[in-house]
């Protein structure tokens, strides 16, 4: 099809031999040929009859009696004798349409090459459309392993490729990853495997063939223009806005609600519908307006602070018959590229582009991640009213709600965005009364015994929980009798039957009718209960108490499984009630008090009213079903069927999560009683206090309180010989929810994706069979892990700083993790107090200064030697420990000299620095000297030098880990007499009298001080710490492994 250059222009259809006779929706070639490839165009074949569609050379499906023009196709004759006419080329000249081509047998540089073109009254080639591409392909066939250069540069290296002559371009079909990141170059034509593919080369080292092209007066009609040029005169349309020098308008589709947010294709048709495209970026004066706007709307910051915010723009590569190049969604030429290098994209799952707020470049992702996106519409150009499907045209109103019923089919998700076009959305059920108003108007549009119809409930993948699209709570079902909740990883959406209004799951991508529903209010985002004090008094024994509650779990006991009605009779003996759970946080405590409880707990919820409620009468403002709960029928008669339990199954996973159960059946239960004010209160966990260390099961917990990236969390808690927190339980997940409400801010996690795979996996190689993904997490293929104030999890960019993170110390951990040792550092020796990091135990010395020398001196004396610092981490230990010596040093030497032999800078120990921190030099002598020392800064942790004279720091001491008694071995002398060892004892005993008082002292001024307080990292500024960073939280200096 590629070869065909001319279709008359009043022909805008064509039959060819592809049809679907046979099977519907699988299409065969009429001669019997294989299909081995196809060129649809995008969204076909559909069977869709009604749509208006311009598939401009591409494929489309349509009824097969339609009258259309056709082509036909038969075997080709050879001919022998003179070949025809060759339309005024020039011998050894090929013509096409109205040009003819000549390629070079001679390999020559980008300038060379025009030079010889410009020699022979021509110039090196364009191509400008598909066509010319297919015939150039033909040219090139055989010539496997070499290129040829093209007219196509950036000799100016703005990042714009432009054709040599000044055309625009409006055609391009790159290679692989091309262009690259680096600007400038000149483009080649590749051959075999690649052929015809364009590449980008060096203009002035790089050699190769070299196609030229001679322009002739047209000899048949030439091919219409793809679009015509907007206007620089043109308005835009209400929304959207332009610059004077551009020619489109532009308008950002964002939302802070994550169901109106879109994967690629979902924000490409809804640019499409109203007449516009996604963006396209075809010059940086076009790129910098855009980033205006984009700062107009959110404002200007710092990349470093400001939150990760992508939006799709219209650059992909999803074609798969398009060679993986990457090209525009409005058929704009790929001339202009922004990618952010640090994103790596040469895979086969990040097919479509974001730009990202943050650095304004672009970042290539995965085409079904949920973002907000831009779309580009021609000046002068109206917005199309979106074509509204047919069905009832009159909204029915039936108490504080309206309903629309559309018998037009689209799959479920197409049917939510058509709801949300009428500020509405599909259809929720909480009711017998609804329920039965549904069915009386579906009937009225009953055209199809049992047909089905969309409503609002669905799951997202991997989680199997129903909630409904407008964000109210599941508190009334209709399953169809034999429906089996079964829990799966697939997404489900909920259909409704026109006849008995019951309620079955099917793919989402069925076409069924649908049911929209709108109201005046709109479901407010989950908040934080206030956490007030708790209430005056106290709870009886074995009660346990939690906010203004008590709480009384009865279970495992003799005599303690119980119906539904009889727990809720037993309550009411204990002058309490069947426990209602009004928030998260009540859910959280309960579930962490599960790990020695193993039967399911009754709850006061049930559906004795025909549709879930609590006894009490409370009003339902919390549930947390189970994946496929709730799942059994509905009561009639007010007989009570399902009431709801707490979860404490076979599926470890979902424990804490509500089951809907057969009331007669008998478990555990939960009953609740108000604090009772002549009692005692007691000591209550809840709310944590901040900076302390955590205790619970087997684990200890620090929460750190500063802005940093997940990498920085990372070392920060690795210095505490811990490690970001993973979650492998809903116990664990309980008691951390609780841990993370009193910040009311995101905690970064140990759960990452760096590399941009398919699978998160925890720091500790712990698996991954529990998770507490947030609602449609995760969205991104490459990216790190916190915990919302909720608790639930989300994803982000790994360089955003958040306000903390989780650090995990694992008491009774059987694995081996970089940060876990078994050796341990010596006692105190001398006046050393050794602390551990990693394989090495330190000894801080601030409250002296002396010289680099006599530091040596100092810690040889211990059996160690002076500081080597191997990377980050390290430093950040140290720099953290100087905070306590703050006020006592100017830093600490670093056991590092210049070797004239070697030429380069050596630790003590001989061995290469390979990781450095330096500060900003502006004078002193030259880094490589054998006349410079060395050290660490303690208030911002980089690195200084100067001259050794003059020059009094602390010290710090290194010693390997070994056995203790290897260590004292190694360090004190030996003695031949009993003398000498009754001498040597008491002076020992001597230094550990003055070495206790020494300790206590530095204590309580450490305390006094404030330990930590004043915390800074930087590895560019030596300057003061400001008043922003000092509010890192810390253990206290002595820590270690076995705290």
Same mark, same amino acid.
């Given at each position: ?26 299409? !065969? ?5 294989? %299909? ?9 074949? =559909? ?20 009258? @259309? ?8 004759? %050879? ?47 364009? %191509?400008?459309?598909? &066509? ?184 992909? +590569? ?32 990040? +097919? ?73 959305? @599909? ?39 129903? +909630? ?5 709570? @599941? ?44 109201? =005046? ?9 206030? @956490? ?13 108490? &939690? ?128 604090? %009772? ?77 760096? !590399? ?43 360089? =955003? ?164 008694? =290897? ?48 915390? +800074? ?27």
């Amino acid at each position: 099809m590629q070869n065909i250059v001319y279709i008359p222009p009043d022909v805008e259809e064509l039959w060819i031999g592809l049809n679907d006779i046979k099977h519907q929706m699988s299409f !065969e070639w009429s001669d019997g040929s294989a %299909v081995t490839f196809t060129s649809w165009h995008p969204f076909e074949p =559909n069977n869709f009859r009604d749509s208006m569609e311009d598939c401009e050379g591409k494929w489309n499906d349509s009824p097969c009696n339609q009258t @259309l023009p056709s082509i036909c196709k038969k075997p080709g004759l %050879v001919t022998q004798g003179s070949s025809e006419d060759n339309h005024g080329c020039q011998k050894g000249w090929s013509w096409h349409s109205s040009a003819c081509y000549w390629l070079s047998d001679e390999q020559v540089t980008y300038n060379e090459a025009i030079k010889s073109c410009s020699g022979r009254s021509s110039r090196l080639v364009t %191509v400008k459309n598909r &066509f010319e591409q297919a015939f150039v392909n033909s040219l090139l066939y055989g010539s496997d392993g070499n290129y040829y250069w093209t007219a196509l540069q950036d000799l100016n290296r703005t990042g714009v490729f432009t054709w040599y002559n000044g055309d625009e371009v409006t055609y391009t079909h790159w290679n692989w990853d091309e262009p690259g990141y680096d600007k400038g170059g000149c483009v080649v034509l590749a051959t075999g495997r690649s052929l015809g593919l364009w590449e980008v080369k060096d203009c002035v080292t790089f050699s190769a063939k070299y196609i030229c092209m001679q322009s002739l007066i047209p000899m048949i009609p030439l091919l219409p223009a793809a679009r015509p040029t907007p206007s620089l005169n043109g308005s835009c349309p209400d929304g959207w806005n332009s610059a004077p020098n551009l020619r489109h308008c532009y308008k950002v589709y964002h939302s802070e609600k994550l169901q109106e947010k879109k994967s690629w294709i979902s924000a490409q048709q809804s640019c499409r519908e109203i007449g516009a495209q996604l963006l396209s970026v075809s010059s940086v004066g076009e790129e910098h307006y855009v980033a205006h706007l984009l700062n107009k709307i959110f404002g200007e910051s710092e990349p470093e602070s400001q939150e990760q915010h992508w939006f799709w723009i219209g650059l992909n +590569r999803r074609d798969p018959s398009g060679d993986q190049s990457w090209v525009w969604s409005d058929g704009q030429g790929y001339s202009y590229h922004n990618f952010d290098r640090s994103y790596q994209d040469n895979d086969d799952i990040r +097919r479509c582009v974001v730009l990202d707020l943050s650095s304004l470049q672009w970042v290539a992702i995965e085409c079904d991640s949920q973002m907000d996106w831009i779309c580009k519409l021609p000046k002068g150009t109206d917005i199309k009213e979106p074509e509204v499907p047919k069905g009832n045209t009159e909204w029915i109103r039936f108490e504080n709600a309206e309903y629309k019923f559309f018998e037009h089919r689209s799959t479920w998700q197409q049917a939510q965005r058509i709801c949300t076009w009428f500020g509405a959305e @599909l259809t929720s059920v909480h009711s017998p009364a609804e329920l039965d108003f549904l069915v009386q108007n579906l009937q009225k549009s009953l055209r199809v015994q049992e047909q089905h119809w969309w409503i609002g409930l669905h799951t997202y993948e991997n989680d199997g929980r129903f +909630r409904w699209s407008d964000k109210t709570l @599941l508190n009334f079902v209709n399953w169809a009798p034999g429906w089996i909740g079964r829990i799966s990883r697939e997404k489900k959406c909920v259909y409704m039957t026109a006849v008995r209004g019951e309620w079955g799951d099917q793919k989402c991508i069925t076409a069924l009718p649908y049911v929209c529903k709108r109201t =005046n209010t709109t479901v407010p985002p989950p908040t934080l209960p206030p @956490l007030s004090p708790p209430s005056v008094g106290g709870c009886p024994k074995t009660w346990l108490p &939690f906010m203004n509650k008590c709480f009384g779990v009865r279970a495992d006991g003799k005599g303690e499984s119980r119906t539904w009605q009889q727990a809720r009779e037993f309550c009411k003996v204990l002058n309490g009630e069947i426990a209602t759970i009004d928030n998260y946080l009540e859910q959280a405590f309960i579930t962490s008090i599960l790990p020695n409880i193993t039967s399911d707990l009754w709850i006061g919820l049930n559906n004795r009213q025909q549709k879930f409620q609590w006894e009490e009468g409370q009003p339902l403002a919390y549930v947390n079903w189970a994946p496929g709960a709730p799942s059994r029928e509905s009561s009639s008669n007010g007989k009570m069927v399902s009431c709801a339990a707490i979860w404490h199954g076979p599926q470890p996973q979902f424990t804490g999560r509500w089951d809907d159960k057969l009331c007669t059946e008998k478990h555990g239960y939960v009953c609740q009683i108000s604090k %009772v004010p002549s009692l005692s209160p007691a000591s209550e966990p809840f709310p944590f206090p901040p900076s302390t260390r955590l205790q619970y099961r087997n684990s200890s917990y620090l929460i750190l309180q500063k802005p940093m990236t997940w990498t920085e969390a990372r070392l920060l808690c690795e210095t505490r010989n811990a490690t970001l927190t993973s979650i492998s339980d809903p116990y664990q997940q309980a008691y951390l929810t609780l841990a993370v409400t009193g910040q009311k801010s995101p905690l970064w996690i140990g759960l990452s994706n760096e !590399e941009g795979g398919r699978s998160y996996s925890w720091l500790t190689d712990d698996g991954t069979s529990y998770i507490n993904w947030r609602d449609g997490e995760p969205q991104r293929l490459s990216a790190c892990v916190y915990m919302d104030a909720q608790g639930t999890w989300s994803t982000a960019n790994c360089d =955003n700083k958040l306000p903390g993170a989780i650090c995990n110390y694992n008491t009774q951990s059987t694995k081996t993790h970089k940060w876990s040792f078994n050796s341990s550092c010596p006692n105190s020796i001398g006046d050393s107090s050794w602390i551990p990091f990693r394989d090495y135990c330190y000894s801080f010395h601030m409250e002296v200064n002396i010289s680099q020398k006599d530091a040596a001196k100092t810690c040889q004396k211990g059996g160690g030697d002076v500081l080597t610092i191997v990377d980050e981490t390290e430093n950040l230990f140290v720099w953290e420990h100087l905070q306590t010596y703050e006020s006592q040093t100017q830093g600490a030497w670093l056991g590092m000299s210049f070797s004239i032999k070697e030429g380069s800078l050596l630790w003590n120990d001989n061995t290469p620095v390979n990781y450095s921190n330096w500060g900003q030099q502006d004078s002193g002598p030259s880094l490589l000297s054998p006349n410079s020392c060395y050290w660490i800064e303690g208030s911002n942790g980089v690195w200084g030098l100067g001259s050794c004279t003059n020059i009094r720091k602390g010290v710090i001491c290194k010693l390997y880990r070994a056995e203790e008694d =290897n260590i004292a071995k190694s360090i004190l002398p030996p003695h031949s007499t009993a003398v000498a060892i009754v001498v040597l004892s008491t002076f020992a005993l001597c230094i550990l009298v003055v070495v206790i008082i020494y300790l206590y002292r530095r204590r309580k001024l450490a305390a006094e001080q404030g330990a930590f307080e004043s915390a +800074r990292y930087s590895r560019a500024s030596t300057g003061p710490g400001g008043s922003a960073d000092k509010n890192i939280l810390v253990s206290d200096m002595e820590m270690n492994e076995q705290e």
